[in-house]
C-alpha cells in the first residue's frame, strides 16, 4: 500500500519560475540588475549636474527670488502638486518645516472642495508640475491670482498655463529619464526633490537656523541625542572627581576609586584644571614611591577638555578621535562636569 504524503525527509520541488541562488542563470541575472541600477544613478547623476549647471544660468536667478518670496513670507509655505509631483511635494513641505519654515501640504484636489480656505493672503505657494499643465492645480492657480498670494512654479516649461501664471519660475532642464522607455517619472523627480532640498537649505542658512534651533524641531530619537550638549548629560557637582595639585597619591586614588570614573581632575591653587590623572597614567608611574608623591607629579598637563555647549555627537567625535573615555567639560578654565563616553551612548547619541 502506498502513501501519498510526501516524505518529510525529501526535499521540496520549487516552482519552474524559482531559481536557487547557486544555478548559474542566478549569477546573470544578479549581474544584469547591478548594470540596471549603475544605468539607472548615472542618468540621474547626470540630470542633477545638467541642473547645477543651471543654477549658473537664469535658474538662478529665480532660485534667489523664489528664496526671497519664502524668506518674507508671513506666513507659510504651501506646498502642491499632483502624482509623483504630489509626493515629492510632501517631502519637501516636511524638510522645510523641520527646519524652522512653517510648511505644509495642501492637495490640488482637496484645495477644490474647500482646503482653498487653508491658504491665507500671507502664505507663499511652491507648485510643482513637470509639465505645467496639470488640470488640477488649476484651482490653486486661479485662487493665488485673485488674492495676490505668491506663486512659485517648480516646471521643465515656463511657457505652460502653470508658468504664465507664476511669479517665479523655477525652469527644470529636460532630460533623460532613467526609465527605458522615457515613461515613469525618475530623473526628473530626482530634480525636483533636489532643487527643493536647496531651497530648505538656503533658507535655512539666510534665516541663521542653528543646531539648537533644530534641536527644539527634533526632540526625539537618535537625532536629538546628537543635538543635545554636553552640559545636558554630563555630572556636576560633587559627582566630580576633583583633587588639589599638591594632594598626596593615597589620597588621590581613595578619591578616584570612589568617583568611579577612571580618572581624577587635578586643580591648581585658583581651581582651574591643571592636570589629569588617569589609570594609564597610574600604570606609567607605578613604583614604591607612587603613594607618597603628589597629584603634581603624576598628572597630564593640558588634558583634553570639552566646552558645555558642544553638540553631543561632536564630543562622540572627539573621543574616538583622542581615543579617550572620559573628559572634563570646562567654562572660564574651572571644571564645571564631566563625561564619560559611556554617558554618551546611553543617551543614544552613535
Known sequence: MTDDRRDARQPVMMNSGEAPANKPGSDLRRATAIMSAERTLAVEHDGLGTLRAALSGPLGQAFARAVGFVAAADGRLIVTGIGKSGHIGQKIAATFASTGKRAFFVHPTEASHGDLGMITRNDVILALSWSGETVELGAMVIYSRRFAVPLIAMTSNPASALGKQADVVLELPKVKEACPHGLAPTTSTTMQLALGDALAVA???????????????????????????????????????????????????????????????????????????????????????????????????????????????????????????QMFVVENGQPIGIVHVHDLLRAGVA
Open 203 to 325: 533658507l535655512l542658512e539666510a534665516r541663521g537656523f542653528t543646531a539648537q534651533d533644530f534641536k527644539v524641531l527634533h526632540p526625539g530619537g537618535k537625532l536629538g541625542a546628537s543635538l543635545r550638549h554636553v552640559s545636558d548629560i554630563m555630572h556636576r557637582g560633587e559627582a566630580m572627581p576633583l583633587v588639589g595639585e599638591h594632594d598626596r597619591m593615597a589620597d588621590v586614588l581613595v578619591t578616584m576609586t570612589a568617583k568611579s570614573f577612571g580618572c581624577v581632575g587635578v586643580l591648581d591653587a585658583a581651581g582651574r584644571l591643571s592636570g589629569m590623572i588617569t589609570d594609564g597614567d597610574l600604570r606609567r608611574h607605578m613604583s614604591a614611591i607612587l603613594l607618597e608623591q603628589y597629584a603634581v607629579d603624576i598628572m597630564t598637563r593640558n588634558p583634553n577638555v570639552l566646552a558645555p555647549q558642544t553638540l553631543a555627537s561632536t564630543a562622540l567625535e572627539q573621543f574616538n578621535a583622542r581615543k579617550r573615555t
